[in-house]
């Protein structure tokens, strides 16, 4: 067995291939550009505090992908989608939520972002059988911070996320009602379109059946689709990303403080929510430390993104807006070196 550890991995595993890298035909392209043009119809005024996050969000490299993707390319759907999400965040304000708020929630590990699968997707564990809270709107909120910290750590060109639920040790009491899994479902379905990479069930008794016919109903044929039950997941991620309860060789000791802290400094997340570094694409693993990336389809130097030095509304906004983010990948993207949790080459 081997030695235990306490070091959240925040980077794939060296040599991980990004997949799946999406290519568009230019009448795809200009339906991504079209959406886009829709969106801005709907952006909140400059002076709304919530201005700049949504301008943020809109601006990253996928979102009108995702959006158009899930919509199977119908551009109305596409537009209703957009438009209940851009509505939905503005409420719930999912990139804003302080630590702090939800903290609790992670104090035995029911749900943690640790490792990453053979695509470079990040990898959500969550194990029912360890609740320790009552249900509340802030179990929600904790889910989507989460969510949210797993798309902070996706490495470039990257899209979606893996979920492992683990249900050893589940009991009838410490199991999500089906209310409660409704509305998760929604959420995913409807507001992280195009995010689910896989979703991965262990240790499922035979009493927790009916859950899921409970919750079937409410799950869309391409949620469904990527439900998978008991596969061997040497085949999906790297035996050194995979937790040693599942026959992997990352022996993670779950340490409540330690957990917290490495993923809030690795997403840059200050104390009320914001970011620590304001970077266009995504924020900084670390407020002292440098990302290097690579875009093997637009250069050959690599471009480091760096603390901004202006604390302006308006430099901010023109991070935002600037749309040469090395995020934007054609090719598939390799991860060649990682030499230390946060600092990720790719080329």
């Known amino acids: 067995m081997p030695l235990k550890t306490n070091t959240v991995l925040v980077s794939p595993a060296p040599n991980t291939i990004v997949a799946p890298i999406h290519e568009y035909t230019d009448e795809q392209t200009a339906k991504i550009k079209a959406l886009r043009e829709y969106a801005d119809t709907l952006l909140l005024p400059p002076t709304d505090p919530y201005h700049l996050w949504e301008l943020r969000w809109l601006n990253k490299p996928d979102t009108m992908a995702r959006y158009s993707r899930a919509s199977k390319w119908n551009f109305a759907d596409a537009q209703r989608r957009i438009k209940a999400t851009m509505e939905w965040r503005r409420e719930f304000k999912p990139d804003l939520i302080p630590p702090e708020e939800v903290r609790i929630e992670s104090e035995t590990g029911k749900i943690i972002i640790n490792g990453f699968d053979r695509d470079g997707r990040p990898i959500i564990y969550m194990r029912p059988g360890r609740e320790n809270t009552e249900t509340s709107p802030r179990q929600l909120r904790h889910l989507v911070w989460c969510l949210e910290r797993a798309k902070d750590l996706m490495p470039p060109g990257q899209e979606s996320l893996v979920i492992i639920v683990d249900y050893k040790s589940t009991t009838l009491r410490t199991n999500p009602s089906i209310s409660v899994a409704r509305k998760v479902l929604h959420i995913l379905q409807q507001h992280y379109v195009e ?26 044929p391409v949620t469904r689709d990527k439900m998978r039950f008991n596969p061997d997941l040497l085949e999906l991620v790297p035996v050194e990303h995979l937790d040693a309860d599942f026959g992997g060789e990352f022996n993670y000791e779950f340490e409540p403080k330690s957990y917290w802290d490495q993923i809030v ?3 840059g997340i200050a104390p009320d929510g914001t970011r620590i570094e304001k970077s ?5 693993p670390s407020p002292t430390q440098p990302i290097t990336i690579m875009d093997s389809s637009n250069s050959d130097a690599p471009s480091v993104h760096t603390k901004s030095e202006s604390s302006s509304d308006t430099a901010i906004e023109e991070k935002f807006a600037d749309m040469s983010i090395s995020n934007k990948v054609t090719n ?12 990720v080459t790719v080329s």
């Open 195 to 220: 995010t689910l990479g896989r979703a991965i069930v262990v240790n499922l008794p035979m009493l927790f059946n009916f859950f899921y016919k409970g919750i079937s109903p409410f799950l869309d």
């Open 265 to 267: 400094a690795a997403c």
């Open 280 to 284: 266009a694409d995504r924020p900084l």
């Open 332 to 343: 598939a993207t390799r991860i060649t070196t990682v030499d230390q949790p946060g600092l």
